[in-house]
């Protein structure tokens, strides 16, 4: 073994004493070329299937309300859980990456079900610039990335913006939850996504209020089309 590999092994020994790299999801430690998740929790995870097998209780969070070709999760959301820890990681924890490989893994497994061709665009939903220097990044736009990467399919966080800074949705009731995220997003380049397929990518669906808001302005802007695309989803 050269003399140079020899000693960066050692330093990345000597970090993961110190500083163990741990899975996002059980906490145990990485081992071998595991990234963020362990390779068990990756082949256990909570999968929703919603790509292969229509969820009504997912699109039921838009019918009626705005237009929307497809609602698709990865991960069924449960309090408690790898998911949210995973989620809390990504969103606190300053660690971006987390975001990244999850969008890779669903990037992967929508590829293999033939939606490869299904979008133009993959768009994130956008944070307030104050929360964005707060966190130092946005989850979305690292799942974004990932999906991308996978699918083969460009991202942007250039197209759509936030432009009003908008109180926790934490503890509103649903009117109250869209009442707070109504109007907040504008398109800053419509030529872009004019009658194009637009993937809209989120961390988490809940009540879908600040998605509905985002896909409005897409639809009002030309959009062909718009499917959302989160982590994850509590249904």
């Excluded at 990756?42 to 969820?55: E, F, W």
């Excluded at 964005?132 to 990335?145: E, H, I, V």
């Excluded at 197209?159 to 109504?182: A, D």
């Amino acid at each position: 073994m050269p003399p140079k590999l020899q000693f960066a092994l050692f330093w990345r020994d000597v970090l993961d004493l110190f500083y163990p790299n741990l899975c996002s999801s059980c906490k145990a430690q990485l081992v071998g070329n595991e990234e963020c998740i362990c390779t068990k929790c990756r082949a256990n995870l909570p999968r929703t299937q919603s790509h292969l097998v229509k969820i009504p209780a997912l699109a039921e969070k838009f019918a009626g309300k705005v237009p929307v070709e497809n609602v698709y999760s990865f991960l069924k959301f449960e309090k408690g859980g790898g998911v949210q820890r995973m989620l809390h990681q990504l969103k606190y924890g300053k660690r971006p990456e987390v975001g990244k490989v999850l969008g890779q893994i669903y990037g992967y497994e929508l590829l293999q079900a033939g939606e490869g061709h299904s979008f133009d665009w993959v768009i994130p939903i956008p944070l307030h610039p104050r929360k964005l220097s707060q966190r130092g990044y946005n989850q979305s736009d690292q799942f974004a990335a990932g999906l991308s990467e996978s699918l083969g399919i460009p991202w942007s966080d250039e197209i759509l913006k936030r432009g009003k800074f908008t109180e926790t949705q934490t503890h509103k009731t649903r009117i109250e939850r869209f009442e707070n995220v109504s109007g907040i997003f504008e398109i800053t380049q419509p030529e872009k996504i004019q009658n194009r397929r637009i993937a809209l990518v989120d961390d988490i669906v809940t009540t879908g209020s600040t998605l509905e808001s985002a896909i409005i302005e897409l639809r009002r802007n030309g959009a062909k089309e718009v499917s959302v695309i989160t982590i994850a989803a509590a249904y």
